[in-house]
């Protein structure tokens, strides 16, 4: 097994859903083959006003051939987490990845272009460090950027990765700040007197229960407790078009009065930070197959 950097470019035209697929070319495949059973880490470039930053970790589980395409692959994925602090890709004139800086300390374009890349299991740990930073306080792997994390670390990275309590922490802070802790179906902000929101970090596709939903922005909707109460119950979803759906007879009307004005959820600004449509879809489901006695 080995880590890997997995590029992927906001409005990519492979077929992609990060969280759960990773489409790449036979030229990658080698490189991917050694990553399954192994985690690896996404890099957004600056291209189409990305954030050249690496942005969230995952686990590769397996490979399937593309049936529609040849020689392109799928990466299936698993345990996808976004990073509360993306990481840039440079810091000072220091890069992450070793192997992409010239002894002059610019970029090695050539291996830099390469959408798939092998990363150093130390180069690794040192992203998901500062990446994780905000959501693990106490981590072993908070060393700062020239620091080499520590030889046995007192915190298996892996550990780290899929405590629940850390990852449900980073998916707070990844959406309460993309949706600047205001309630998407309500518009209600509220900021108590320490700084701390109102707001839940909801998932759309739960995590439990068999859902299996990702632990990522775009399967996030900041709700107040209430609303986010009546979301996991689905007395409320969202169309295609992220309008609010309510049943009726199970909301009372004091409560249908908080929604938004024309009922359409306000989400983030930039598009990339938006409810996937398949995550949305996978809720309105549940709604409209959910039996309330």
Not at 16 to 35: C, N, T
Not at 52 to 68: L, M, R
Request: with cysteine; hydrophobic share 35%; charged share 25%.
């Amino acid at each position: 097994m080995a880590k890997s950097v997995f590029t992927h470019r906001v409005g990519s035209q492979y077929d992609d859903l990060p969280e759960q697929r990773y489409h790449f070319p036979g030229r990658y495949l080698p490189q991917v083959q050694r990553s399954v059973g192994d985690l690896i880490v996404y890099y957004e470039p600056r291209r189409d006003k990305g954030r050249q930053a690496y942005i969230a970790t995952a686990q590769v589980n397996s490979i399937e051939q593309d049936p529609k395409t040849p020689d392109h692959y799928y990466a299936n994925l698993s345990g996808y987490l976004d990073f509360p602090t993306p990481v840039p890709f440079r810091i000072e004139e220091t890069t992450f990845e070793r192997s992409l800086q010239n002894p002059d300390r610019s970029t090695n374009l050539g291996q830099f272009q390469w959408a798939v890349r092998p990363i150093p299991e130390e180069e690794f740990a040192a992203i998901a460090a500062i990446g994780l930073s905000d959501a693990d306080e106490e981590s072993s792997l908070t060393q700062g950027l020239r620091e080499p994390a520590p030889e046995p670390m007192e915190r298996p990275l892996v550990q780290q990765l899929v405590s629940r309590r850390i990852r449900d922490k980073a998916f707070r802070q990844v959406v309460r700040r993309a949706y600047d802790d205001r309630c998407a179906l309500t518009g209600i902000r509220m900021i108590n007197g320490g700084g701390r929101s109102e707001v839940d970090a909801a998932h759309i596709r739960p995590v439990g229960d068999g859902h299996n939903g990702p632990d990522a922005l775009r399967n996030g909707l900041a709700l107040s407790k209430t609303v986010h109460w009546m979301f996991d119950r689905c007395f409320v979803t969202l169309d295609e078009n992220y309008k609010i759906l309510v049943k009726e007879s199970l909301v009372p009307d004091e409560v249908k009065r908080l929604f938004v004005p024309g009922l359409t959820a306000l989400l983030p600004n930039d598009p990339a930070f938006r409810p996937h449509p398949e995550y949305v879809a996978y809720h309105r489901k549940m709604f409209l197959e959910k039996k309330h006695g």
